[in-house]
């Protein structure tokens, strides 16, 4: 009796012991994926001669709104910010909904193409033309400098299709069946039926491809670069960032060699950036917790060998 | 008797030439709804592949493609003659290899941690924040990561407070720490995403099998050793195989964003290399090449890790 009491006071120590650094661990973690957004945010509050003096930690020392108001200023960010809106309502609704189309073709099991279809999408996952010829493409299609090129090149993802299609296999095959007797045509099954079910699935590949649209900024930099009024909320930042890395030693010097300028005596580089790091990062925020409860489910689905 | 089959036969085909014709006639509106993407797919992903041709030429801006010079394998000859790339290849392995290392062991280290917590309110706490990086774009993330390890940033302020180093150190002015950035930043960026599909796993993983564990006396750590870990065992290898595929690319955002002058020796990978040449200098046939390079052997060792794990017994891509 005694000793199973004893052992067992035992075990529950070293399990305590456990217990408790595992707690610590996942708490450093925290701090360490929190702190750098923090960090930023503080900065782009804090006045800008103040974060030069010394650096702010996880609050504004002297908090002010100025780096917004003069970022807001700027009609290039402004106007970046409503292309940046736009391919990504626009981007994100085209392609799920084609996506999610095609995906219900290739989940009929009677569909004489279905085989041929999946597999022409599947190989785009692992052979591509690479950077060269897609941009001699792009601009053989007329598709170079327009706004089109966010939207039509992302159209259809492989992995997105084949999420889409393995969750459509898994709807009741008698939905479909019914609904062909009462005469409704393949369109009218897709638009009334499968994709109202679909809904936790098209969440998910929404989330990942306007997430994906928000964040991008290499094809504004390919395509659009020449063209200022597409240019995007990231591509802005990236210049900023770019023009701060090519100046040595970044942050601290580049918000020093600006200080001539008049200007920089009221704002500086670094906390612009910081402004536009927090008003790039902002719509994620927002967005993600009401998508957090499907994008578990859809990964681990695609995960699952197709 | 062969009258009853003659009459079945007849009658089947009656029943079937029907049903041939309507399963036609429904897939029709199947047609119309997948062929345009057909069409699609073929230009965006396979006429690209035509471009492969300027890899073999001499290609001249604006001509058309099949007129040019024809070289051979020059352009890949000059390729593997040109110190740059030897290099900008190493950098990518090296890179990628650190990425692939630290991003295994710290996202399934993540996962068993979590999965050993038992108060649900702090698990989802810790969850939510850790994939949070995962949704920022590399611009915003790098943006972070200047911050933070600039000349006045929180690493210096914190190793020079520790005593650890006397004066602030430049991060990503000296060429010998940048690979190690890239992979630190990664980890951050990418850990509690990957860990998702580890906690999925282990989820399915059947309590009895710990409760049996307990009762001989098992600790956590045995528990974790042998109960968890081969009960993820499958899925490791699976993502491992389809992260081999994938070694080449892992490269470009990071490394293009995060690049000072100073340590641009250690920093350029493959996709950098191409960009630089085919667009900036409009070498395409050379930087064509480059990136054909690339494709092939991502392909080649896809394959071979597939290969290995099937002899090894283990789950498999295809």
């Not at chain 1, 920089?264 to 580089?269: D, E, F, G, Y």
Request: aromatic share 12%.
């Amino acid at each position: 009796m005694t000793t199973t009491t004893l052992g067992r006071s035992k075990r529950s120590v070293a399990d305590l012991l456990f217990d408790i650094c595992n707690t610590l661990f996942l708490l450093a973690l925290l701090v360490l994926t929190l702190y750098p957004v923090m960090n930023t945010l503080a900065v782009s509050f804090n006045q800008a001669q103040d974060t030069v003096r010394d650096s702010t930690f996880l609050w504004p020392r002297e908090f002010t709104t100025l780096n917004y108001s003069t970022l807001f200023q700027d009609g290039l960010i402004y106007h970046a910010f409503f292309i940046s809106v736009a391919r990504t309502l626009l981007g994100t609704g085209s392609s799920v909904f084609c996506t999610a189309m095609l995906a219900y073709t290739l989940s009929r099991k009677e569909y004489m193409l279905r085989g041929p279809i999946s597999f022409i999408f599947i190989f785009t996952m692992y052979f591509s033309g690479g950077l060269i010829p897609t941009y001699m493409l792009i601009k053989n299609l007329q598709l170079y400098g327009t706004f089109w090129v966010y939207v039509i090149p992302g159209l259809i993802g492989a992995f997105n299709l084949i999420v889409m299609r393995s969750f459509m296999e898994g709807l009741p095959e008698s939905l479909v069946e019914s609904a062909q007797i009462d005469g409704a045509t393949h369109f009218s099954i897709f638009l009334r039926i499968i994709l109202p079910l679909s809904l936790p699935v098209i969440a998910t590949i929404a989330l990942f491809v306007a997430v994906g649209q928000w964040n991008s900024w290499f094809d504004t930099f390919l395509y659009n670069s020449s063209n200022i009024n597409l240019s995007t909320l990231q591509y802005e930042l990236m210049k900023k960032l770019q023009s701060a890395n090519m100046s040595v030693g970044g942050t601290a010097e580049s918000a020093f060699a600006s200080s001539k300028n008049i200007q920089a005596n009221i704002v500086t580089p670094a906390s612009i950036r910081a402004a536009i790091t927090v008003v790039a990062t902002v719509p994620i925020i927002i967005v993600y917790p009401f998508l957090q409860k499907y994008f578990v489910t859809g990964l681990t689905l695609g995960g699952v060998k197709e | 008797m062969s009258v009853t089959v003659e009459r079945v036969k007849e009658h089947t085909q009656i029943q079937k030439r029907p049903r041939k014709w309507s399963k036609l006639r429904s897939q029709k509106a199947l047609m119309i709804m997948s062929i345009p993407f057909l069409v699609y797919v073929i230009i965006f992903a396979y006429v690209p592949l035509y471009g492969w041709m300027m890899a073999f030429q001499n290609y001249k801006l604006g001509s058309v493609m099949v007129e040019n010079e024809w070289v051979g394998l020059a352009n890949f000859r000059e390729l593997f003659q040109d110190e740059n790339f030897i290099r900008v290849i190493r950098n990518t392995l090296a890179m990628s290899l650190i990425n692939l290392v630290f991003g295994f062991v710290s996202s399934i280290g993540l996962a068993l941690m979590l999965n050993e917590v038992r108060k649900v309110m702090f698990k989802r706490v810790v969850q939510t924040v850790s994939y949070l990086p995962h949704f920022l774009s590399w611009v915003v993330a790098a943006n972070l990561i200047m911050n933070v390890l600039s000349i006045d940033g929180a690493v210096n302020k914190l190793l020079v407070s520790l005593h650890i180093i006397k004066e602030p150190i430049m991060w990503l002015s000296e060429q010998h720490y940048f690979w190690w950035i890239i992979g630190a930043s990664n980890v951050w960026k990418e850990i509690g995403w990957s860990a998702i599909i580890y906690l999925a796993a282990m989820t399915t993983i059947d309590p009895s099998l710990y409760e049996a564990a307990s009762i001989d006396g098992a600790g956590r750590f045995r528990k974790i050793r042998h109960i968890t870990l081969p009960g993820i065992r499958g899925i490791i290898v699976i993502l491992l195989i389809m992260n081999i595929g994938h070694i080449l690319d892992a490269g470009f955002e990071q490394q293009y964003l995060l690049q000072t002058p100073m340590v641009v020796d250690f920093s350029e990978t493959i996709d950098i290399f191409v960009l630089k040449y085919g667009i900036n200098l409009s070498r395409f046939s050379f930087a064509t090449a480059a990136g054909i390079f690339k494709t092939v052997i991502s392909v080649v060792l896809l394959l071979a890790a597939n290969r290995m794990a099937k002899r090894m017994g283990q789950e498999r891509l295809f």
